[in-house]
């Protein structure tokens, strides 16, 4: 793709990589098959080519954005599925990023668009507000149907209500622990808790931690670790994306004889491996680098250390959603299901694997009409395969794919219960 930046604006690092990556585009629209909003609503803008089109003028006119580049870029979903279409290498993920940063520089939106985003990011980054955030929603749901109207304001709202889970769950710290296993370990690694996951669903982490300690690895989360970022980083909200990518590098760096950096929500993972190019201007662009090159997913690590069950398989079959954030962000798609093949689980997947089930951080509360269509179309597919357990490696995607008659639980809980741990309460 032609691009006529001017050689003043290329002196922007941030435009030359802009740049770049446009004119890797050849407009050949093979991503645009495979793009699930483009699939839902039929408009080319709601493509990955329109949005790489929006994104070119706008970025080339140096103008600020408008009431159209934002209705389309906000309805993208970061899935990512684009990228792994794309024959030309395409780095979609860093345009977008861009585009939204842009958006959030030059655009102002309507007050309760303002104010639902800075309570999103004042509150799921931290497990503590999280938990009372999630109290006080379970109470208010029953009465959710009472909203008035039709609005976007009232359907996000509604959205909100609808992802408390119906049951409290026992408060989880685990910042500034030590996990060692009694035998000694083989392998020291640092654990991304995550945040919203602490307080949905602390059996998530304890399950990891219980099997890799199981497997003689030594499992460190330091004190200072925080949210790695992806939140406020989908936001366009890049100062403070920067600062939680500073604190969790400067965490990580301190701990001597890191084997490795493991994440069990797959939507940080992609973000944690990113962190490199994130800070690649900072002074901490070594240490990030570092920190990226070390992050694996806890079904990589299992993968390569070896994993092996000490129960009698179950006979239950086991319908896998791959996570976008994994298939495509982090293009792991084999290691999930060869362990969970190897723990003695039937493993079965959906049809059109590749399409997003409508999580995606905080889109199906922001886009809630999207974010319904691809639960059910992905809850549809799921369910003919007619599987006693959904499993995935994203608490987003859990939460989103609950409460429709089959259980969901992440795949590290099933992989611990076969290794000898406890069945997951979710079963
Ligand atoms: S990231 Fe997903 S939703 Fe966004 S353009 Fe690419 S395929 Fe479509
Ligand atoms: S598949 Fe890649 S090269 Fe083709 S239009 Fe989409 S982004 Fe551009």
Redesign the pocket.
Known sequence: MQTTFTPAQLQDPEIAVANDILRTCVHCGF?TA?????VTLGDEL???RG?IYLIKDMLEQNRAAGPEEVLHID?????????TTCPSGVN??HL?DHARVHINETYRRPLTDRLLRDVLAKILPYPKRMRSAMALARLAKPFGFLLPGNSMFAKRLRAMLNLAPAQTTPPQDLRGTAHTPPGGAKYRVALLPGCAQQAIAPSINAATIALLNRLDVEVIIPAPTGCCGALVHHMGRHEEALAAARNNVAAWTEIPGLDAIIVNTSGCGTVLKDYGFMLRNDPAAADAAVVSAKTLDITEFLTRIGYAPTREPPGLTVAYHAA?SLQHGQQITAPPKILLRKAGFTVVEPADSHL?CGSAGTYNIMQPDIATALRRRKLDTLKAKRPDVIAAGNIGCLTQLAGDGVPTVHTVELLDWMAGGERPAGL
């Open positions: 991503c495979t793009c699930p909003t483009f709601d493509s990955p949005r309805r993208c979903l970061s899935c990512l599925s684009c990228m979609y993920m977008v976008c997003c």
